[in-house]
Structure formats: structure tokens, C-alpha cells
Nanobody, 120 residues
């Protein structure tokens, strides 16, 4: 059974930085691709950042230039670094990953979410 666990959330000041971690445990063959999503009250869930099998990344316009997604395959961990945090970054952040032995048998997993609150 695969589980994704996010950590690193909390209360931060505007202009500060934060790094979130997502670690997969259980039977891990390969993290094919992963992404970070967030959802604020009254808002739709949105993709923040995505990293592909070949480590190509893309970002939402709202965080472009401020966010960096990366991965450490040896640790089965995906990171999200956000710099110059803004009030509108406040949300619950969720880790998503596609995991399987090859690209033909991938399964989709979600973490439980971690709260990020940006406030002075």
C-alpha cells in the first residue's frame, strides 16, 4: 500500500519562503510524475507545479518565478519551494503522484494535505 505524506506547512509571513515535502512510503516501484495542488476556501483546486518523468517542470502563472518543484528519487520525495510568499498562497497543499513499475500500470495517489497560511 502506497502512502503520500506531506510536511513543511505552517504559518509564514508575506515575503518569506517555504519548502514542502512529499514522501512516498510502501511499495514504491517508481514515481513517474508528481505534482503539487492547492485549494483555498471558496476556490477551485488548482495545479501549482508539476514534474514529469524526465524532470521537465511546469508551473501555474500565479507562482511562476517564485516556485520550484524538484524530486529526489532515492528518497521517494518530491519538494515544492515557494519564495516571496503572498497572502493568496494561503491554501491546503496536496501532493499527487503517479506510481508504478512502468508507464503502463501507473496508479494515482494523493497525500492528506498540509496547511500553508501566509499572514503578517
Amino acid at each position: 500500500q502506497v502512502q503520500l505524506v506531506e510536511s513543511g506547512g505552517g504559518l509564514v509571513q508575506p515575503g518569506g519562503s517555504l519548502r514542502l515535502s512529499c514522501t512516498a512510503s510502501g511499495t514504491i516501484f517508481n514515481i513517474h510524475a508528481a505534482g503539487w495542488y492547492r485549494q483555498a476556501p471558496g476556490k477551485e483546486r488548482e495545479l501549482v507545479a508539476h514534474i514529469m518523468f524526465g524532470d521537465k517542470t511546469n508551473y501555474a502563472d500565479s507562482v511562476k518565478g517564485r516556485a520550484t518543484i524538484s524530486r529526489d528519487n532515492a528518497k521517494n520525495t518530491v519538494y515544492l519551494q515557494i519564495d516571496n510568499l503572498k497572502l493568496e498562497d494561503t491554501a491546503v497543499y496536496y501532493c499527487n503522484a503517479q506510481i508504478g513499475s512502468n508507464w503502463l500500470n501507473l496508479l494515482d495517489y494523493w497525500g492528506q494535505g498540509t496547511q500553508v497560511t501566509v499572514s503578517s
